[in-house]
């Protein structure tokens, strides 16, 4: 598509269950990016994914956080036994380079309740 | 912890008026991008630096990198009601695929 795509756009979810958020980046970006964003914070870096290198999963806050990256294209980020505090905006990005900018899905706003 | 430092956190100005907000760290940025973001979307980018003492335009937007490349601001002309927006920087430090991104400076420009 023209443009990094995600879904849902808002999930609402009880405590305790799991959830899947996906990511449709841009067509032959290699670069494929998942951020947090709590509201009236800036973003906080989850995971990054590069071509066929091994994810840089350095910015998962716990083990319950997980990402796949199929075939080099779609992502889904994976959040196991939700818990109040993972309510956010979850935003994907995409980008062709390193060196270049991203561009941004408009995010899925997760909701635990 | 935040590597990167915007300030301020909140502006609130009258339309026509200028502004300035900054973005600082204290270790050198390899690059450095602005973005702005409306409530409800993703970021878009503004403009990246890569150069130290770089200044680009993009029309009535001012973006200057510092000759260290540990800071950069974002200056705002005339502003509108239309810049409204949070304004996020967001810095690549060394050999780092990915960015880290500020918490951002909260701009609203009343008519």
């Known amino acids: 598509g023209a443009g990094v795509s995600q879904s849902p756009s808002n999930k609402v979810t009880e405590k305790g269950k799991d959830v899947e958020l996906r990511c449709d980046p841009i067509?032959?970006?290699?670069?494929l990016y998942w951020y947090r964003q709590s509201l009236g914070q800036g973003l906080e870096f989850l995971i990054y994914?590069?071509?066929?290198?091994?994810?840089?999963k350095s910015g998962l806050p716990s083990d319950r956080f997980s990402a796949e990256r199929t075939g080099g294209s779609v992502s889904t980020l994976t959040i196991q036994r939700t818990q109040q505090e993972d309510s956010a905006v979850y935003l994907c990005?995409?980008?062709?380079?390193?060196?270049?900018?991203?561009?941004f899905g408009s995010g899925t706003r997760l909701t635990v309740v | 912890t935040q590597l990167l430092e915007q300030s301020p956190q909140f502006l609130s100005i009258q339309e026509g008026e200028n502004l300035t907000v900054y973005c600082n760290s204290s270790?050198?940025?390899?690059?450095l991008q602005w973005y702005r973001q409306e409530p409800g979307e993703g970021p878009v980018l503004l403009v990246t630096?890569?150069?130290?003492?770089e200044v680009k335009k993009l029309k009535r937007l001012t973006f200057q990198f510092g000759d260290a490349r540990k800071d950069s601001s974002l200056h705002i002309t005339a502003a509108q009601p239309g810049d409204t927006g949070l304004y996020l920087c967001?810095?690549?430090?060394?050999?780092?695929?990915?960015?880290?991104f500020g918490a951002g400076t909260r701009l609203t420009v009343k008519p």
């Open positions: 990005a995409s980008s062709s380079d390193r060196t270049y900018g991203y561009t």
């Open positions: 067509s032959g970006h290699t670069a």
């Open positions: 994914f590069q071509g066929n290198s091994a994810p840089d």
């Open positions: 270790s050198v940025f390899s690059s």
């Open positions: 630096v890569v150069t130290g003492g």
């Open positions: 967001a810095g690549r430090w060394g050999l780092n695929n990915d960015m880290r």
